[in-house]
């Protein structure tokens, strides 16, 4: 590839852009115009390597997500081979590590949302090497609260031990849930189940022997603040 046709031999010297290329096997030849046979070329080679950037593709910004949710951050990188991940609500004055020392390569990061409600968050990637190769974001992405609410038994049923009831729920943005019963307004209570698909909506319970007056069901979302109880005792 001709670098220039018309630099003057008196300089002795020619300032030349390096292209954007990749290789190792790179070699500069020079020769006279008007006599060819005159021509000098690199004793080896030298290499061209790419300039280090890195793009974010997800999250592009007016997204909404919440609490707890997992998020698959994606980005592309170019002469970078480890990258840090870091999350923040007020534009990067301050910010949250989300992920340290990942392979570039990988492009991709599944993140668990903060616990950081707010209309303005932002993801950047950064060369864990120098700083200043990143990207961020520019639009902001919303987090939200989940929503979680018991139906059933909200209060004034009774059953009997050994009744097989089904406890139901509505949830929005929750991934698993915990479930337990109390006898004595929460002052000790027991769990029914853990780690529960939410989006079912519903568990099935056998009543267990109890003789109370008092009791309760609660409904908690494993990554979030969102729970409910049962309004009334049954």
Request: net charge negative.
């Amino acid at each position: 590839r001709t670098v220039s046709s018309t630099s003057g031999a008196a300089s002795k010297k020619y300032s030349w852009t390096v292209p954007a290329e990749n290789s190792t096997n790179c070699m500069l030849r020079i020769s006279d115009t008007t006599n060819p046979s005159r021509v000098d070329t690199s004793d080896g080679y030298f290499a061209i390597e790419p300039k280090a950037a890195i793009t974010i593709t997800s999250p592009a910004g007016g997204e909404s997500f919440y609490v707890g949710q997992e998020v698959t951050i994606e980005w592309t990188a170019t002469g970078v081979s480890r990258v840090d991940i870091a999350f923040s609500i007020d534009d990067f004055d301050t910010y949250e590590i989300v992920a340290e020392d990942i392979d570039a390569g990988l492009e991709s990061f599944v993140w668990t949302v903060s616990d950081s409600v707010s209309t303005k968050g932002q993801i950047a990637v950064y060369d864990a090497s120098n700083v200043e190769t990143l990207d961020v974001n520019v639009k902001y992405f919303s987090i939200l609260m989940p929503i979680l609410s018991l139906t059933y038994p909200n209060g004034g049923e009774s059953f009997k031990t050994g009744d097989r009831i089904t406890i139901r729920w509505t949830s929005t943005g929750v991934r698993d849930v915990l479930i337990l019963y109390s006898t004595d307004d929460w002052d000790t209570y027991k769990e029914i189940v853990v780690d529960f698909d939410a989006t079912k909506g519903q568990y099935a319970w056998t009543v267990p022997d109890l003789n109370s007056a008092k009791c309760r069901i609660g409904i908690v979302d494993e990554y979030s603040d969102a729970a409910d109880q049962s309004e009334n005792y049954f």
